[in-house]
């Protein structure tokens, strides 16, 4: 049945953020509305001003007979700027301090309002980027890579240190921990990821960077390409990191046992992204 414009719009704009980078025909809509083509590509023009205006996301609209609209997930500087200090202030309470330096994350990590701004806002990094999978190590990292493969609408893929009969043959490879520089292993199941594959490797929290080295190692297993390293935090670390080129939303700089404190301070997300 033919669609009332205001009820058309609420529709549309859900189906498309539903279904991010993905192309939806015109002719798509217009028998989805009972609408002419002119009248829809009049609607998309409206949400795409929207989306632009309130830092949504980018409403990319191609013409022609195989043309369309596609959502691109974004988020603002203002907005990502906002939720980084949110995350500052959450995170330099005293209750999170744990025994060897390590900061308490689960209880941010379980909240759908906080993994949505992470999904968004990592996502926004590589707004511009070939992304074909999201990787990341069991099991704190997984919402995180749930969010930002969501956003990103690729699949994500779980590396475990210790293998699982549910995921049949694996590929492993052993890396050196960052922090207590023993040899560890990580596996990964051959049927996670194709061959030549642009994978973004995605965490909770670095010290070393030993995990997201061993990332590395097992996207180079599969013939595939690394195309950024962002993690939620970072932890102060005396010795070399084991990565350089990587993105922080949090810096946890300065821990103090004694008294309980922890300083934190934006990572350098913001630099990366919007100071350039």
């Known amino acids: 049945m033919k669609t009332r414009r205001s009820d058309r719009l609420i529709d549309m704009t859900n189906y498309l953020m539903e279904r991010p980078h993905t192309l939806i025909s015109l002719t798509f809509f217009a028998d989805r509305y009972e609408s002419a083509k002119s009248s829809i590509s009049e609607d998309l023009a409206i949400v795409k001003r929207t989306f632009k205006n309130r830092g949504i996301g980018i409403l990319e609209t191609i013409p022609g ?3 369309g609209a596609r959502f691109i997930p974004s988020i603002d500087e203002g907005e990502a700027r906002d939720f980084i200090n949110d ?15 390590y900061v308490y994350l689960s209880d941010l990590l379980g909240r759908p309002d906080v993994l949505r701004q992470v999904g968004r ?15 990341t190590v069991a099991t704190k990292g997984v919402p995180i890579a749930q969010s930002v493969s969501e956003y990103l609408n690729v699949p994500f893929v779980i590396v475990r240190r210790d293998s699982k009969i549910t995921e049949g043959a694996t590929v492993s490879v052993n890396y050196v ?9 990580m596996e990964l199941s051959k049927r996670s990821l194709k061959q030549g594959s642009h994978v973004l ?8 960077g030993g995990t997201v080295n061993g990332m590395k190692s097992m996207i180079e297993e599969f013939d595939s390409e690394l195309v950024g390293i ?3 935090a970072e932890g102060s670390f005396a010795g070399q990191r084991m990565v350089e080129d990587y993105t922080s939303l949090l810096r946890v700089d300065q821990i103090n046992s004694e008294d309980k404190t922890i300083h934190v301070d934006p990572g350098n997300y913001l630099e990366k992204v919007f100071d350039k």
């Open 177 to 185: 921990s960052g922090s207590s520089e023993r040899i560890e292993k």
């Open 230 to 232: 962002t993690v939620f």
């Open 65 to 67: 007979a195989a043309g």
């Open 201 to 208: 490797v995605v965490d909770d929290f670095m010290k070393g």
């Open 87 to 101: 995350m500052v202030v959450e995170m330099s309470a005293k209750t999170r301090l744990l025994p060897g330096g």
């Open 121 to 135: 806002v990592i996502a926004r990094q590589y707004i511009d980027k070939q992304i074909d999978a999201v990787m």
